[in-house]
């Protein structure tokens, strides 16, 4: 099954304690997405990735790293997380020309 | 700035009825504008994607219109369910500086009554 597998989908952690989001897609899509979603503010785009070894900030990336070693995976890499990243985050995927398809969310509370 | 505008208000329907949704963009020349559905705590799921080239595009019970000199696209569901009620997201690609870095309305809730 086409899909895009993220991990974990819960996870609380405490301040400045630095943790990994994983993402792996099966349909060998070039474009890779890291969203984060808060109430009134919607999807925003915190980094992205055309392919391999290319990757470029979004809207919101202070805080953020990611890496695109391998064309299946994105990990979301939080080095030192504070409280405004309590958020639910997606990871996308998609081909030139295509929609995305999106991960089940994690939800992340950081306290 | 760039901007993506989608009716913040909830959209209430009657079941059968066709529901339009709006989405209004400036300072964006987009190549692509696409079509999401989003159910409370789930990840949005692809529904449609209109190129700048294209006036309109159907799908079983939705059609979406692209117009690129209003810097607008409607979004329709015909003969509208319950199972229907979502919040419905708008997205466009970036500018070419940008790459592929799809940006998202806020979107519209629809909820549709028996």
């Known amino acids: 099954e086409a899909q895009v597998t993220q991990n974990p989908r819960y996870l609380i952690t405490v301040t400045g304690k630095k943790l990994t989001v994983t993402c792996s897609q099966n349909m060998n899509h070039e474009y890779m997405s890291w969203y984060r979603q808060d109430p009134g503010l919607g999807l925003r785009q915190i980094y992205y990735s055309m392919n391999v070894e290319v990757t470029d900030k979004g809207d919101v990336p202070e805080g953020y790293k990611v890496s695109r070693k391998e064309k299946r995976n994105f990990p979301l890499i939080l080095e030192s997380p504070s409280p405004n990243q309590t958020s639910l985050y997606f990871c996308?995927?998609?081909?030139?020309?295509?929609?995305?398809?999106f991960g089940s969310g994690t939800r992340l509370t950081v306290v | 700035s760039q901007k993506i505008e989608q009716n913040s208000e909830a959209l209430n329907i009657q079941e059968g009825k066709t529901a339009t949704l709006t989405c209004n963009y400036t300072n964006y020349s987009p190549a692509y504008l696409q079509w999401y559905r989003q159910d409370p705590g789930r990840g949005p799921v692809f529904l449609l994607l209109?190129?700048?080239?294209?006036k309109e595009k159907r799908k079983e019970r939705l059609k979406v219109t692209f117009d690129t000199t209003l810097k607008q696209s409607l979004f329709h569901i015909t003969a509208s369910q319950p199972a229907d009620s979502a919040t419905y997201l708008c997205a466009l690609d970036g500018d070419s500086n940008s790459g592929y870095a799809l940006n998202f309305g806020k979107g519209t809730s629809l909820l549709v009554t028996p």
């Open positions: 209109i190129r700048e080239n294209e």
């Open positions: 996308a995927s998609s081909s030139t020309g295509a929609g995305y398809t």
